[in-house]
């Protein structure tokens, strides 16, 4: 008998059955796994298995290969606690299609895991506040994301120049080059937002606007096409929310 237990987000659900559901999950100890969950849509449980919400999950199965079963205690209602947050509760959902379409699964990803429990703890404490700061959390998570699964952006020459000029990407390699670099090359790179190198800054609407055009890029690119997967319609629809406001 295999089995584990660990603090866990919930990242997708859907019904297998009439009341059986299978879930997807990010466990702090052990990367993504799916399994089943038995009368996953019974009232009692209908709460608990809902996108973003933290658990303490249980998991277990006779061999290696198998699909596995789920149960879980409810550690915290993220999904009702946004649920009347239209752009807290859409950075909840991009950021978990994302981490369930991109991640390898059964691949322990403590790092990744860790910063996605903080990003979901901020935007739960309070949401309005949130929706003001978040998306700077999360376009840096997806960085690390894409650094996790081999893709990282080199931001060498950041550390040389510093924060107080522009700096551009190439969509070819994912190097980070000055405006006077880029030269003739500029309007086919792709503008990186200062938040990116300073941890301080959250941004505006045009740096979310363009750090989700850059991130998105190279998601697409190097991870979900690769998977045969489009980008997930949450993280295309969050960028449409973003642009409609500018």
Same mark, same amino acid.
């Given at each position: ?10 990242l997708s659900t859907r019904y297998y059955g009439e009341i059986d559901g299978i ?47 789920? #149960? ?45 429990? #903080? ?39 950041? #550390? ?17 080059v000055t405006e006077e670099m880029a030269g003739e090359w500029k309007p086919r ?11 301080q800054n959250q941004g505006n609407l045009q740096d979310w606007y363009d750090g ?28 449409? #929310? ?5």
């Open positions: 008998m295999l089995e584990w237990s660990s603090p866990s987000i919930i879930v997807s999950v990010l466990s702090l100890d052990h990367g993504l796994y799916r399994g089943v969950v038995r009368a996953m849509g019974a009232r009692k449980n209908s709460s608990i298995w809902q996108m973003g919400n933290f658990i303490a999950a249980e998991w277990s199965a006779r061999l290696q290969d198998q699909l596995g079963h789920f #149960k879980g205690e409810l550690v915290r209602a993220n999904f009702a606690s946004l649920a009347s947050f239209p752009f807290a509760f859409s950075i909840l959902s991009s950021i978990c299609a994302v981490a369930e379409g991109s991640l390898i699964e059964r691949q322990s990803v403590p790092d990744i895991a860790r910063l996605l429990f #903080k990003i979901l703890t901020f935007l739960t404490l309070d949401p309005q506040e949130a929706e003001e700061k978040a998306l700077s959390q999360l376009l840096r998570w997806e960085v690390m994301l894409l650094a996790e699964l081999g893709y990282g952006l080199d931001f060498s020459v950041c #550390k040389e120049y510093g924060t107080g000029i522009s700096y551009w990407v190439s969509p070819k390699t994912g190097k980070v790179l792709l503008p990186l937002p200062a938040l990116f190198i300073d941890d989700l055009r850059l991130t998105g890029y190279f998601l697409e690119k190097h991870i979900f096409y690769l998977k045969n997967k489009p980008l997930p319609n949450a993280r295309v629809l969050l960028l449409e #929310k973003i642009k409609s406001q500018l």
